[in-house]
């Protein structure tokens, strides 16, 4: 086996993917506090890592690392065959945990993420967004928003050796969650798990967790998360009117029923 040290973790995009990292190199002391994301292998991302520097950083970090994806497991990301070989033979020769959220709930998060940078989203209402085509992972995918948050849950369902875990779970059954991922991966877990100290809009974090620091009762680590939003399971509710919710469930909701997150053929 190339890959015996990594754990993948991936999501689409706003599904909980840095709280999943954060949950899991807080709470066992088997997983490195550095993660790695694949997507920087290849040339062409925004801030690449040469594939040799990704490869010695794989080799010489302690413990298991975490390798964070949004790409689906073919790899259409990495155009250069080399990267592109790499990419595809840590998908397929490690674990992975994947963590899925509720579709509309993603689209919300998604949309106020991608307003912060993108020009065009800046531009569009919510209805507009969630109708438009999904570039998000280096190709044109001639799909709405809805339809490819579907495709890259039901692909990355079909692959092996993989764990579901939801948002809500993380959300609700913190304890629950992080112990099945240990147990599926083969690791440790602290007896007595630690949660995550979300930033606030600073990025510093929260009063508590700075007083906790002082008194050196926990590690001062914030999340990961890169702008966290912290919209609340259901918050899609206040964004969706009736169209934009047949809309949705018309392109993703055989999948929403896959997931449980809806019932029926309504």
Not at 28 to 44: G, I, K, Q
Request: aromatic share 10%.
């Amino acid at each position: 086996m190339t890959h015996p040290k990594t754990i993948v973790v991936a999501t689409h995009r706003r599904s909980g993917t840095h709280w999943t990292i954060d949950a899991l190199r807080n709470n066992s002391p088997d997983v490195s506090e550095t993660f790695l994301t694949l997507e920087r292998a290849s040339s062409h991302h925004d801030s690449p890592i040469p594939l040799s520097e990704f490869r010695r950083q794989l080799k010489t970090l302690d413990g298991r690392v975490l390798v964070k994806v949004h790409d689906l497991p073919a790899a259409t990301f990495w155009k250069r065959a080399e990267e592109r070989a790499f990419a595809l033979s840590v998908l397929r020769e490690s674990p992975v945990i994947y963590v899925h959220r509720d579709g509309r709930d993603v689209m919300v998060s998604l949309y106020y993420y991608m307003q912060s940078f993108d020009e065009e989203v800046k531009k569009q209402s919510f209805s507009d967004f969630i109708r438009s085509e999904s570039r998000l992972d280096g190709f044109d995918s001639g799909m709405s928003r809805p339809a490819y948050w579907a495709h890259h849950a039901r692909v990355w369902l079909q692959q092996p050796n993989v764990l579901l875990v939801s948002y809500a779970g993380l959300e609700n059954c913190y304890e629950t969650s992080v112990r099945e991922m240990a147990a599926f991966l083969g690791i440790s877990a602290r007896r007595s798990l630690r949660a995550i100290d979300l930033p606030g809009k600073t990025g510093k974090p929260s009063l508590v967790g700075r007083a906790l620091w002082k008194l050196g009762l926990r590690q001062q680590r914030l999340s990961s998360a890169v702008q966290p939003r912290r919209g609340s399971s259901g918050d899609w509710r206040n964004h969706f009117d009736d169209d934009d919710l047949a809309f949705f469930m018309a392109e993703a909701g055989e999948q929403m029923r896959r997931l449980t997150y809806v019932t029926g053929s309504a």
